[in-house]
């Protein structure tokens, strides 16, 4: 039930905030900061609740039985993780588009708060059906969010997104209706249930297209190379809020449905195919570290790094052992707060002084030292220091990966040099060296207020957290991880006899 | 006692905490309070510590604090591993450490950042003592990107000119390319041996690799690679001299006694890999002796005070490194610490003379300073000694015991040993002709009103002045480090090869003299031919590393990034977009809006299809 | 009674099809081509009537009642939107109602 009403809370949340902008324009932000805290709270109560089996919370009730389709939600340790992350950073969105979003404030927020349901249900959903259905629900309040409070190229970013993650998730919709109807060859009836679908035997070369399907749905989501170029635009145009759930969040989806679905469900095409995706995540790695480096504007840049650290998550995935799914799960966490953090940072920059082109900028550290100094923490946690969230992620992703291919491995090790390259020289540019200002006044660069300082910091107290005592968060998604990789296990076994 | 050795890099720890949460708001005499005293906390504690422990007869001591990951087979603690090594280092980080902290607030008392640099100077001690005091190899890279994090920080400390922030990410990502061998290595360890606790995979090791075996030499090579990126050694060690750019205090700390040595504490805190693997050892031997014959050349073509030490230390490291590749762990580890002496003496003391020239460094514009500036005078004085092995100095006795150890090798050890000889030989040139330029001849334009100083600059100079002078009668507790089968032994040599070792820096010290003192023979004179003016400009550019790794590394990169600035996938799908637009365009082109025309098509379309129908 | 043979009926009906058709491209007044279109109408409903005779069944001349009713109605309509465009245009010109072109 308590996963119901997770969703239920923000979609209602959402049509009251849209709903209260007539009685009062400052009104919405209020409503949804207490939808998002209401479900935080009731999020902590998963965390203590008793698991029933595997799963901390289950929902299973018939929706369409005639196509074995139902509306079956569930939680597992890896789900909860995520979706104590989609409210925690729904809080930051909030908050830093407490004042940078002034017209149709209620609109925006019903936005906001439906994209969050979206994604509460895509990480809790375990109904194909259902999941495709929420996949859906969390990329058309995006779109709008783009599209309306986007900057100068709004259209065509919102446009871009929009075909990119349509698209794709036509292919896996084609992929999920397969594997129902293999479900009813196999076992005369249609099924859309996860567990069901995880007995249906794939082994075959169709079966290899199907599980393609998934995986470039999942991975133009994530986003990896080649299906990542919607990213940068989406970033560069979306207002602060939109980037953060972007980055923070909908692009965890996409590694959520690899790990959930893409590799259980097909064990042997995964098995087959890990070597080209190790080898696209490698690639994906360095490729968009170096187009990161040439960027002038900074939220492209900082699209391109996120890109260029998924590339770890896809790497962890399909080396699929217990290090580098807990090092790719760990990389989503920390890389959602760091992410989320850096654009926060660039929209904070940008709503001062109306430009995200680096080359105007210069020598500001003195002008805005607390800004320098939380810019200089973030970018170095995105560099992959030791003590920091990205580097435990990170780490355990390589090291798990290592066991599994060697010379892709070492390629995307020597991401984390061009990782250092480009974060380098953000700080460089932005911050350090002389001051310039062109095209904007001095005085509108302001430090950090006391509102940002409150965000910045619980962002950063997490990333040390995670970088100090990961333990937290790695025997929450233990137990899940364990049972996804037993599962393939005994699969492969039984294919192999 | 021992139990409270998680507070050694838990006080810097604290210290950088409030300096930076307080953001520069306290005033100067406090912050100096905090980041000096935190620093000399440790030191106290570290001192306790290293003298219960000595006294305890226990070889080693591990406290685990935390467990900080822990997956699958996988486990990594926060647990602290003490043994003679980590003592020797902990003691040498804190006590020097301390003392530049202390320098520094002198140094540094007219700098607005104030308070920053002294929150970054206690994160890199405290990330430093990580680094030698973690019992595993997870928490020592933690250590090792934390001290090269600080080093970023401090070398581009003084932000607004653009070529320190060059330096100091130079110096960032060089290290970086060895840091990442070193991770690769970690995987290895990990993937072969099952573990990173560095006591357990060292046993681990020699139980299941033979000497010689591929994983070994892989391992070995992997972990040499992060320690020629820490230790600025050949092929990484273009970014030392650059990294001068700091304040003087953190080339002492950072950049002569502590962090750059941290190469050679992985080679020695793994040498078992190390001897597992025999022909890297080598390696690390030749690498050791190429590097301290190359800097010694280009030491001699300096003009900035700065750079002239950072390339002595670039080669005195390479002692270390040569003494590690032979096998004399021991020496190798001794030469670090009374380098660190002397060196830290010597930055400190070029600190002062800058300082009091109003931040002068070409030593060509300096001169006969010895009556203005007097304690700069002495410490120079005594830390060239130690450093050109003067005997009985602190560096002779270490620079002896590397290089007997290099003769006490069979067969190419007579080599290295000859060249490490020339080095000592090169090593006197340079640092008198330093010496000998800076405080003595005729004045070449500054004249310093008086000596910068006061208790909290001279003191740390003389107690430095008495390391580098009696640290070479220390010993060190590091047999039960090294007891596995240590190359060097009492070897007994004869009077003739002493001789040499302590001729060689000797004749330097004459060769300066009658360069630079007596202008018997003078650099104009040799300067005269064509191809010394290019040895000069060749040695000058440090063997010419920087210009070939821009050509190979730097160019290249900025070449690509320029060109794929607009990336170059996105422009397929952009081809995709230009597809569809024209497929539209073509298809529009039907829709003339002319009935006529819409008829004749119908007409035409019926007439094909039934013609089709009937020839078909 | 000797019956015309339907081949002649058929190509008079083809005959005055392709007449209608020819009028259709080539007019530029709207009105001669709704005249065009007629002829092209009442062509097939001859065709429709030599059929029927030929294979003697009503559905032929049923079909013709048809399209003979059918064109009753299409100019009905096609004379109003006629009146129509002269109005608002000035002209029964076709080509000016070109707006639809993409």
């Known amino acids: 039930m308590i996963l119901v009403a997770l969703i239920a809370i923000l979609f209602v949340g959402g049509l009251l905030a849209w709903a209260s902008e007539r009685i009062n324009p400052a009104l919405p932000k209020y409503l949804a900061l207490l939808t998002i805290l209401l479900d935080l709270l009731l999020m902590t109560q998963l965390l203590q609740a008793e698991p029933d089996g595997a799963w901390l919370a289950l929902i299973d009730v018939e929706w369409l039985p005639r196509f074995g389709i139902g509306f079956f939600l569930a939680a597992d340790g890896l789900s909860t993780l995520l979706l104590l992350l989609t409210g925690f950073l729904g809080l930051m969105a909030i908050g830093s588009a407490w004042e940078e979003i002034k017209e149709r404030s209620g609109f925006f927020y019903f936005n906001l708060l439906w994209t969050l349901a979206g994604v509460l249900g895509v990480f809790t959903a375990l109904d194909l059906f259902l999941f495709f259905f929420f996949w859906e629900v969390m990329l058309i309040p995006m779109y709008f969010i783009i599209a309306i409070w986007g900057h100068e190229n709004k259209n065509y970013a919102a446009m871009k997104f929009f075909i990119f993650t349509q698209v794709t998730g036509m292919l896996m919709l084609i992929s999920i209706l397969v594997l129902a109807y293999f479900h009813y060859v196999q076992f005369g009836a249609f099924s859309f249930d996860y567990r069901d679908l995880l007995n249906v035997s794939t082994s075959g070369r169709l079966e290899f297209w199907v599980m393609l399907g998934f995986f470039i749905g999942f991975t133009t989501k994530l986003p990896s190379v080649p299906f990542h170029s919607w990213l940068p635009d989406a970033h560069s145009q979306a207002p602060t809020a939109g980037s953060v759930i972007l980055a923070g969040v909908l692009l965890k989806t996409g590694a959520y449905g690899l790990i959930r679905f893409a590799v259980p469900l097909f064990p042997e095409a995964s098995l087959a195919f890990a070597p080209v995706a190790m080898a696209l995540a490698a690639f994906s790695i360095l490729y968009c570290a170096k187009v990161a480096f040439a960027q002038t504007d900074i939220k492209r840049l900082i699209a391109y790094t996120s890109v260029s650290h998924m590339g770890f998550v896809t790497l962890g995935v399909y080396a699929w052992n217990e290090q580098a799914l807990q090092g790719a799960v760990m990389t989503m966490l920390a890389h959602g707060l760091s992410a989320a953090a850096l654009f926060m940072l660039a929209g904070g920059l940008q709503y001062r002084i109306h430009t995200r082109n680096m080359p105007d900028m210069g020598g500001f550290w003195p002008r805005v030292p607390r800004m320098a100094t939380v810019a200089v923490f973030f970018s170095i946690a995105a560099l992959g220091m030791p003590g920091l969230g990205n580097f435990i992620g990170e780490f355990l992703a390589l090291l798990g990966a290592f066991k599994a291919n060697i010379p892709f491995t070492v390629l995307a090790t020597c991401g984390v040099i061009f990782a250092a390259v480009y974060s380098l020289w953000v700080i460089q540019k932005v911050f350090h060296g002389e001051f310039r200002n062109e095209g904007f006044e001095e005085s509108s660069l302001a430090d950090l207020n006391r509102r940002e300082m409150v965000y910045f910091a619980a962002m950063m107290i997490g990333l040390v957290w995670m970088g100090m005592y990961p333990q937290s968060f790695l025997d929450l998604s233990a137990g899940s991880l364990n049972n996804l990789l037993a599962g393939t296990q005994e699969l492969l076994a039984l294919a192999q006899e | ?616 | 009674m000797e019956s015309i043979p339907y081949e002649h009926g058929l190509i008079l009906a083809s005959i005055l099809f392709s007449l209608g058709l020819i009028g259709v491209l080539t007019r530029r007044n709207i009105v001669f081509v709704l005249m065009s279109l007629e002829i092209m109408l009442n062509a097939s409903g001859l065709a429709f009537i030599v059929a029927a005779a030929r294979w003697g069944h009503a559905e032929g001349q049923i079909m013709f009642l048809m399209i003979l009713t059918l064109a009753a109605a299409e100019v009905a309509v096609g004379l109003g939107l006629i009146i129509q465009m002269y109005r608002r245009f000035q002209t029964v010109d076709i080509n000016v109602l070109s707006e639809m072109k993409g």
């Open chain 2, 1 to 616: 006692m021992l139990d409270l050795i998680w507070l050694l890099p838990t006080f810097p720890l604290l210290g950088f905490l409030v300096l930076v949460l307080t953001a520069g708001k306290l005033p100067k005499p406090i912050v100096a309070l905090i980041g000096a005293g935190s620093v000399g906390a440790s030191f106290l504690l570290a001192a306790l510590i290293a003298f219960q422990f000595a006294n305890g007869g226990e070889d080693h001591y591990v406290r685990e604090v935390w467990t900080w990951m822990a997956v699958g087979d996988f486990r990594s603690g926060f647990s602290f591993y003490l043994d003679g090594l980590s003592m020797v280092m902990m003691l040498i980080i804190t006590g020097i450490g301390f003392l530049i902290h202390l320098y520094a607030t002198g140094y540094m008392a007219d700098d607005p950042g104030y308070s920053r640099f002294f929150s970054y100077m206690n994160l890199f001690v405290a990330a430093m003592l990580m680094l030698v005091l973690g019992d595993n190899l997870v928490l020592l890279y933690l250590g090792w990107e934390g001290v090269g994090l600080c080093s970023y920080l401090l070398i581009g400390f003084w932000y607004t000119n653009p070529e320190n922030g060059y330096a100091a990410r130079k110096a960032f990502v060089v290290t970086r390319v060895g840091d990442t061998s070193m991770a690769i290595g970690l995987f290895l360890l990990f993937a072969q041996l099952g573990t990173l606790n560095i006591q357990d995979m060292l046993s681990a090791a020699e139980t299941e690799w033979a000497v010689g075996s591929g994983f070994a030499i892989a391992a070995s090579l992997l972990l040499l690679g992060g320690a020629v990126g820490k230790s600025a050694q050949l092929p990484l060690q273009t970014w030392l001299p650059d990294a001068m750019a700091g304040p003087t205090p953190i080339s002492a700390l950072i950049h002569a006694a502590t962090m750059v040595t941290a190469g050679v504490y992985l080679i020695a805190r793994t040498h078992v890999l190390f001897e597992l693997a025999p022909d890297v050892q080598m390696l690390v031997a030749w690498i050791g002796l190429i590097t301290l014959l190359m800097a010694g050349f280009t030491a001699l073509t300096q003009s900035d005070i700065k750079r002239v030490l950072a390339y002595s230390t670039v080669s005195q490291i390479g002692y270390m490194f040569l003494g590690l590749g032979v096998g004399a762990w021991s020496a190798a580890i001794f030469h670090l610490m009374t380098h660190a002496f002397f060196k830290a003496l010597l930055f400190l003391a070029s600190g002062t003379v800058i300082l009091s020239l109003h931040h002068e460094q070409d030593i060509f514009k300096m001169g006969n300073l010895r009556k203005k500036l007097p304690v700069s005078f002495l410490s120079f004085l005594i830390g060239s000694l130690a450093l050109t092995a003067f005997p009985f100095t602190s560096g002779y006795f270490s620079k002896d015991e590397i290089l007997l150890g290099a003769l006490a090798l069979e067969g190419v050890g007579t080599w290295l040993w000859l060249g490490g000889v020339l080095g000592a030989f090169f090593t006197g040139i340079y640092t008198f002709r330093l010496f000998f330029l800076v405080f003595f001849g005729e004045s070449r334009g500054h004249e310093p009103d008086k000596e910068v100083g006061g208790w909290h600059m001279n003191g740390p100079l003389y107690l430095l002045m008495v390391g580098a002078l009696l640290a070479g009668f220390l010993h060190l507790p590091l047999e039960a480090v090294f007891n596995h089968g240590e190359a060097f032994e009492e070897h007994h040599v004869s009077a003739l090869v002493h001789g040499f070792m302590i001729a060689s820096p000797l004749i330097g010290i004459g060769v300066s003299y009658l360069f630079y003192m007596s202008g018997s023979l003078s650099v104009a004179g040799l300067m005269g031919n064509p191809l010394s003016r290019l040895l000069h400009r060749f040695w000058h550019s440090g063997w010419g590393m920087d210009w070939l790794y821009d050509r190979l590394f730097v160019f290249p990169f900025l070449w690509l990034a320029r060109i794929n600035r607009a990336d170059l996938i996105d422009r397929c799908y952009g081809v995709l977009v230009e597809l569809s637009r024209a497929g539209n365009e073509l298809l529009v082109r039907t829709q003339t809006g002319y009935l006529r025309w819409y008829a004749l098509s119908v007409v035409g379309g019926l007439v094909l299809i039934v013609s089709l129908g009937v020839l078909l």
